[in-house]
């Protein structure tokens, strides 16, 4: 059985930081490409990171670049976001996901974020 679960997320102040984690079981997760979304209310989910399976590519979305950085551990099976000079916009429920080619598409729980003085 499939599990994606997210952790690291709470309440922070502008300009703090978080660190979220991905505990991934139930797959190869080697094998999978791993993201960071966010949905915030009344929002669509955006895509925050990506990370290739091999761990050598990486991308983000332009209102995160500088800020935030993903990262992996497969022998941990677990995707990590360092999130810096956060902003009250970041402020979304954050969640992981794994994705092999299209095929397989696996989500978690979520974790939130909420960024305030």
């Known amino acids: 059985q499939v599990h994606l679960v997210e952790s690291g997320g709470g309440l922070v102040q502008p300009g703090g930081s978080l660190r979220l984690s991905c505990a991934a079981s139930?797959?190869?997760?080697?094998?999978?490409?791993m993201s960071w979304y966010r949905q915030a209310p009344g929002k669509e989910r955006e895509l925050v990171a990506a990370?290739?399976?091999?761990?050598?590519?990486?991308n983000y979305a332009d209102s995160v670049k500088g800020r935030f950085t993903i990262s992996r551990d497969n022998a941990k099976s677990t995707v990590y976001l360092q999130m810096s000079s956060l902003k009250p916009e970041d402020t979304a429920v954050y969640y992981c996901?794994?994705?092999?080619?299209?095929?397989?598409?696996?989500w978690g729980q979520g974790t939130q974020v909420t960024v305030s003085s």
């Open positions: 996901n794994a994705n092999w080619i299209g095929v397989y598409i696996y």
């Open positions: 139930g797959f190869t997760f080697s094998n999978y490409a």
């Open positions: 990370i290739r399976s091999a761990g050598g590519s990486t």
